[in-house]
């Protein structure tokens, strides 16, 4: 089993080169990076990927919020 496909606008970090970048295409295992700010994309590969933290619980933290505006 490989590591998950990471969505077009994560936030990572690339572990090869300690830098900061917005997932912007892939192929395959093959990631295409921008940094946040704008500037020069570069490729890195899916093993020296991780996501960041708050891309990581936005989509948790948002179901939670939207839970307790139900009530639940």
């Given at each position: 089993m490989g590591l998950p496909e990471l969505a077009n606008g994560t936030v990572v970090r690339d572990n090869a080169t300690e830098r900061i970048g917005v997932v912007m295409a892939h192929s395959g295992?093959?990631?295409?990076?921008?940094?946040?700010?704008?500037?020069?994309?570069?490729?890195?590969?899916?093993?020296?990927?991780?996501?960041?933290?708050?891309?990581?619980?936005?989509p948790a933290v948002a179901e939670l919020n939207a839970n307790s505006e139900r009530g639940l």
């Open positions: 295992a093959r990631y295409s990076l921008r940094p946040r700010g704008g500037g020069l994309e570069w490729d890195a590969w899916r093993n020296d990927l991780s996501a960041i933290l708050s891309d990581i619980l936005r």
